[in-house]
């Protein structure tokens, strides 16, 4: 049964604090992604990874940065984070494959920041 | 840049009848990917439906299908026989076909089912 799982599901932090989130997968998928997820806003593309050490920046960027060391981790990283940063945020990876992939999810990380 | 719009943020149905959600895409490119997925309350998101835009044919699962119109880059998804466990936020993603593999996805469309 195939996995993504995230560390934590709900998570609060202070502003100003240095967040990690991780993500780990179980299917020895080359892309991995990070999105965030808004009420009216659906999911919007934070960074996303083709391979290890590769990555490349979404539509949502800022304040944001990610590590791939190892094909089954994604971290992303929040410097110093900040209240308009609460939010759900949701993993995913997929085999990069010229024929049709899909996408799995982790159980998405509710962040607070106060 | 690509680009997926659902026009409904909201959508109610009667169990055992049928809906249809909406879904247009903007692309430059021939060949991609599109996708329908399902995030249940609380819920991890799945995958419900895909269909690979050089395919004519409408995808179909079960009491789910599409409605595939390339030319106006439109893909509609049909529930039929509505049942309680749709009820969820449905979303409509693109995928191109190429080495940059990111996937986009729409606003959302939460479906509502009435007993």
């Known amino acids: 049964d195939v996995k993504v799982t995230q560390s934590s599901r709900y998570l609060v932090k202070r502003t100003g604090e240095k967040v990690f989130l991780e993500c780990v997968q179980d299917?020895?998928?080359?892309?991995m992604f990070w999105y965030r997820q808004d009420p009216g806003l659906g999911l919007r593309l934070i960074y996303f990874?083709?391979?290890?050490?590769?990555?490349e920046k979404g539509d949502i960027p800022e304040g944001y940065s990610v590590s791939r060391e190892k094909k089954e981790r994604f971290s992303l990283i929040l410097e110093s984070a900040s209240t308009n940063q609460t939010s759900m945020y949701l993993c995913a990876s997929s085999l990069f494959s010229r024929g049709l992939t899909e996408a799995f999810f982790g159980q998405g990380t509710r962040l607070t920041v106060v | 840049a690509q680009t997926v719009t659902q026009s409904q943020p909201e959508m109610s149905v009667q169990e055992a009848e049928t809906v249809t959600l909406s879904c247009t895409y903007d692309t430059s490119e021939s060949d991609y990917y599109l996708f329908w997925y399902k995030q249940p309350p609380s819920r991890q998101m799945i995958l419900v439906i895909r269909?690979?835009?050089?395919?004519?044919q409408n995808a179909t699962e079960n009491r789910f299908s599409v409605n595939f119109q390339k030319a106006a880059k439109s893909f509609s998804l049909k529930i039929s026989d509505s049942q309680l466990g749709d009820a969820a936020m449905y979303f409509c993603a693109y995928q191109a076909r190429n080495r940059d593999d990111k996937i986009i996805f729409g606003k959302g469309t939460r479906l509502h089912i009435l007993p």
């Open positions: 299917m020895d998928h080359e892309n």
């Open positions: 269909q690979e835009a050089y395919k004519q």
């Open positions: 990874s083709y391979d290890v050490k590769m990555k």
